[in-house]
């Protein structure tokens, strides 16, 4: 027993929710998969970056309901030393993923996607007389889609599918800390441990987060900077001494966009095309443009406009092709940390980087 859909989106994650939310808008029959029930976790910082200006009908619709920490205040460390501060009407808005992309995925059922738990296993062509289709199978059952959407995450099935290899990425960790505020500000602290990449502080509605993310393989495990991190923030009197880990998460996180991202009848999303910050390491913005940008390529016989409709946010992500090896970003890092030392234009030009998206 099979179903057939014009567009099945493999991820319900923010970049497949919000590609489902706009093709259903179009009235195209689509269905959104996702191997996991929801609501279901996501290890994230949560960190909607200058989401006050994001365009998106869906989050706009979410915003109310949605629980969050407003963040005016960023301060920027290399490693432990202090080197500026920027004050803004609005960084970024903390958000609990799985609360953040239930919401987006009842959004897009409201809008009439269907959504059920499927896990994606294959992916096989199918030639039905003259026309191609898809058959998604996970172990039992197989659904048969016009065109599909890979909106499944970092190294998903639906970009292995498309013939790309494991894309570059970093590694990220943090804890869920759950205490009284000390204040509202985010911290970041570039090369902590000396290793490429940074650790932070966000405020979440319930207290904070604590993590850090690093590129290229590291000189310890990744739980050693994270725990020497903390020990070194509570002494600082940055988190309170009294306080309780809720949980502590961590995961890949892409840095390179991968090489065949839209065929045909195919285009992948988000994570799953490796559309990430380059420097800042978010994705949730990106994924969700993506996700709308691939319901605004569809047509009923392709959605190869994709490619050309994409790439101006490629350009937005990109700093590198090619993630250049650690020693050579370990010395531009350095080199922009030294800039922004001396130069309040060196740090206007990296927090606008860092926070500016729309
Ligand atoms: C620790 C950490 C902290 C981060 N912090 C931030 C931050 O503060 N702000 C920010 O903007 N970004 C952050 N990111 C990046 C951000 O989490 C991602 O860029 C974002 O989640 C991408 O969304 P997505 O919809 O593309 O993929 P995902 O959110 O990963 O969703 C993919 C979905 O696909 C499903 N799936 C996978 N395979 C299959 C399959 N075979 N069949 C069916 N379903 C499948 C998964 O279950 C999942 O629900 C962080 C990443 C990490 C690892």
Redesign the pocket.
């Known amino acids: 027993m099979y179903q057939n859909y014009d567009v099945v989106v493999?991820?319900?994650?923010?970049?497949?929710?919000?590609a489902a939310y706009y093709l259903a808008k179009k009235n195209v029959k689509v269905l959104l998969?996702?191997?996991?029930d929801?609501p279901?976790h996501?290890?994230?910082?949560?960190?909607?970056?200058n989401c006050r200006k994001w365009p998106f009908e869906n989050y706009i619709a979410i915003k109310e309901e949605l629980r969050s920490c407003e963040v005016q205040k960023a301060l920027f460390y290399w490693h432990k030393k202090y080197v500026c501060e920027k004050t803004v009407d609005h960084l970024?808005d903390?958000v609990k993923?799985h609360e953040f992309?239930n919401l987006l995925l009842e959004e897009a059922i409201k809008r009439g996607a269907s959504f059920r738990r499927?896990?994606?296993?294959s992916i096989t062509p199918e030639s039905r007389g003259n026309n191609l289709r898809y058959a998604l199978a996970?172990d039992k059952e197989h659904i048969i889609a016009k065109q599909i959407i890979g909106?499944?995450?970092?190294n998903?099935?639906?970009a292995k599918f498309l013939g790309n290899p494991r894309t570059a990425y970093g590694?990220?960790?943090?804890y869920d800390i759950v205490c009284d505020k000390i204040d509202r500000k985010s911290r970041f602290f570039f090369l902590w441990g000396r290793e490429l990449g940074y650790a932070?502080i966000?405020p979440t509605f319930e207290g904070y987060?604590a993590?850090l993310?690093f590129i290229g393989k590291t000189r310890k495990r990744l739980r050693f900077y994270l725990d020497d991190f903390m020990e070194y923030i509570i002494q600082q009197g940055l988190i309170p001494k009294h306080h309780t880990v809720r949980k502590m998460?961590?995961?890949?996180?892409?840095v390179a966009v991968v090489p065949n991202y839209c065929d045909k009848h195919i285009v992948l999303?988000?994570?799953?095309?490796g559309?990430?910050?380059q420097l800042?390491?978010?994705?949730?913005?990106?994924?969700?443009k993506?996700?709308k940008i691939a319901a605004e390529a569809y047509k009923e016989e392709t959605m190869e406009d994709y490619g050309k409709l994409i790439k101006p946010v490629i350009d937005e992500v990109s700093l590198f092709q090619k993630i250049p090896p650690k020693s050579l970003g370990m010395f531009l890092a350095r080199l922009i940390l030294l800039a922004m030392t001396r130069s309040h234009t060196a740090q206007d030009l990296v927090f606008k980087k860092f926070f500016m998206r729309q």
């Open positions: 493999v991820g319900a994650g923010p970049a497949g929710s919000t998969v996702d191997r996991q929801f279901r996501k290890a994230c910082g949560g960190a909607l970056i970024f903390q993923r992309d499927f896990h994606v296993k996970d909106a499944d995450g970092f998903g099935v639906t590694l990220c960790q943090e932070w966000f987060y993590g993310g998460f961590g995961g890949p996180d892409p999303c988000g994570d799953s095309m559309l990430v910050s800042a390491g978010d994705g949730i913005y990106y994924a969700m993506s996700g």
